[in-house]
Nanobody, 117 residues
Framework: QVQLVESGGDLVQPGGSLSLSCAAS????????TRWYRQAPGKQRELVAL???????TYLDSVKGRFTVMRDNARNTVYLHMNSLKPEDTAVYYC???????????WGQGTQVTVSS
């Protein structure tokens, strides 16, 4: 059985920084694409960042230049480093990863990020 666990969510002031972690545990053979999503109250879940197993990354336009997604394959962990945070970044952040074997998508439980003064 595989579990994905996010951590690192917190209350931070505008302009601050925060780093989220998404760790896979259990019967993990390979981790392929990993995505970070977020969902703010009353809004649809949106894709924030994606990182392939080779390390290539894509980002939501509104976070480009502020967020960086990285992976540590040895630790089965993906990180989302967030800088210059804005109130509109407030949301529950979820990770979603394609993990084998057998290959299927897993979701974490989410971690709350609140940007407020």
């Amino acid at each position: 059985q595989v579990q994905l666990v996010e951590s690192g969510g917190d209350l931070v002031q505008p302009g601050g920084s925060l780093s989220l972690s998404c760790a896979a545990s259990g019967r993990v053979s390979s981790i392929y694409d990993t995505r970070w999503y977020r969902q703010a109250p009353g809004k649809q879940r949106e894709l924030v960042a994606l990182i392939g197993n080779g390390g290539s990354a894509t980002y939501l336009d509104s976070v480009k230049g502020r967020f960086t997604v990285m992976r540590d394959n040895a630790r089965n962990t993906v990180y989302l480093h967030m800088n210059s945070l804005k109130p509109e970044d407030t949301a529950v952040y979820y990770c979603n990863a394609l993990i084998a074997v057998p290959a299927r998508y897993y979701w974490g439980q989410g971690t709350q990020v609140t940007v407020s003064s």
